[in-house]
């Protein structure tokens, strides 16, 4: 499902974070929560963000008064989610944003390749997730995106904006095998980076063990696949 608007008034958001230190590298950010996501991955802690008919919680009007009082002091906004690329009023929003000086940056799954290559231009940096092999997305995430996300990923590897890969480790479907194969993939599209997020689980919030953040032979075997991995604690 796609929501359609070319207003940044229109854009639908479930959230709005001031200040972060850790959504946007070696730059302090504002985060917007882009609500609705066509994907529902079983390690989800976002989940009020799913349903993209579910109103929004904060205007993008009070959002812009807001930046606009932190010129010179936020250096970046960062469109996260839920999945920013299901709303077309993402386009005039970063634009808004780019006008105020600041950077901005995405955090995105790849939902939509077309509307990926139309915000390309204003993006400075994106954090893309990669759920699955790209034959395997259906089990983890309960729909088919692997072909769509690739499709995604080589879009954003041609454009040359900087970009890391990460996936949330999913202790009970991923493997160190299918770890290794995301990890080269990351690796050949230009990622700067692959980041392994350890998953908290949905129901009590607690972060899950995984061997990967424990077992240095495995962590060692990732790195083999890709030069600069890290292991993002949750």
């Avoid at 010179?72 to 709303?87: R, T, Y």
């Avoid at 395997?136 to 309960?142: Q, S, V």
Wanted: a neutral charge; proline letters at 6%.
């Amino acid at each position: 499902m796609t929501m359609d608007a070319d207003d940044p008034a229109d854009l639908r958001i479930g959230g709005y974070q001031p200040f972060s230190t850790v959504d946007f590298p070696d730059a302090l950010c504002a985060v917007v929560f882009c609500q609705g996501c066509a994907l529902r991955c079983d390690y989800c802690h976002n989940r009020e963000l799913l349903d993209a008919r579910r109103p929004g919680t904060i205007g993008w009007a009070a959002i812009g008064e807001h930046l606009e009082s932190r010129r010179g002091l936020i250096d970046a906004v960062v469109f996260s989610g839920g999945e920013p690329l299901l709303q077309r009023a993402l386009a005039p929003a970063a634009r808004a944003v780019k006008a105020m000086g600041m950077k901005v940056g995405l955090h995105t799954a790849g939902a939509s390749p077309a509307r990926l290559a139309s915000v390309l231009p204003c993006l400075d940096w994106v954090g893309f997730d990669l759920k699955a092999p790209f034959n395997a997305y259906a089990p983890l995430t309960g729909v088919d995106a692997g072909l769509k996300t690739k499709e995604a990923l080589d879009i954003l590897s041609r454009a040359g904006v900087p970009f890391e890969a990460r996936t949330t480790v999913w202790p009970a479907f991923h493997t160190i095998d299918s770890l290794v194969e995301m990890a080269q993939v990351a690796h050949a599209a230009g990622a700067s980076r692959y980041a392994l997020q350890q998953a908290r689980d949905p129901a009590t919030r607690r972060p899950l063990a995984c061997d990967v953040f424990f077992d240095a032979a495995q962590a060692d075997a990732v790195r083999r696949a890709h030069p600069n991995v890290i292991l993002r604690a949750a």
